[in-house]
């Protein structure tokens, strides 16, 4: 049924579950993974107080290492999928600002996924307001199936 299946990927729960569904979906339909994380690297940058073109040497320096923390996220997981006989690549996407869905969208099309699946908060009213949804923006924008998975309260010990 799934041939190719995108799992964009962050530091998040919600993720780290979505990418639990993937694993399963993946096996049953003897499916590839596109392991994919978008690193926007204008808030890492200048978090280590390298901005471009005032501190080009220490811009460089940031950027790079928060590139291979996000490199190494992906082979972790990349590790998981062919720890399960799973084909799996990984792609590290950075850009400075810009919208992450579309971003996804554009990485969607390029490995020709029929599936994306992907971890979501289910905020609303306020929380939604402040931190926005990359998946519904996706949702909005997108003809590929998309499976949202929410990671289980009860996994936090929260009730």
């Known amino acids: 049924m799934y041939r190719h299946i995108l799992v964009p990927l962050d530091q998040g729960d919600t993720a780290a579950a979505a990418f639990a569904h993937a694993l399963e979906l993946a096996a049953l339909c003897n499916a590839k993974l596109f392991l994919v994380h978008v690193l926007d690297v204008a808030p890492a940058v200048m978090a280590a107080g390298a901005l471009p073109g005032l501190d080009y040497p220490g811009y460089g320096v940031a950027r790079e290492a928060h590139a291979e923390q996000s490199r190494q996220f992906l082979e972790e997981f990349a590790a998981r999928a062919k720890a399960c006989d799973l084909a799996c690549e990984t792609r590290l996407i950075q850009q400075w600002g810009?919208?992450?869905?579309?971003?996804?969208?554009?990485?969607?099309?390029?490995c020709q996924a029929d599936l994306i699946v992907m971890g979501t908060h289910g905020y609303s009213g306020f929380m939604h307001l402040i931190f926005g949804s990359v998946a519904e923006s996706l949702l909005h924008h997108t003809h590929i199936p998309v499976l949202l998975v929410r990671k289980d309260e009860e996994d936090d010990g929260e009730n």
């Not at 810009?98 to 390029?110: N, Q, S």
Request: hydrophobic fraction near 40%; charged fraction near 30%.
């Open 98 to 110: 810009g919208d992450p869905a579309r971003t996804l969208l554009h990485a969607a099309d390029e």
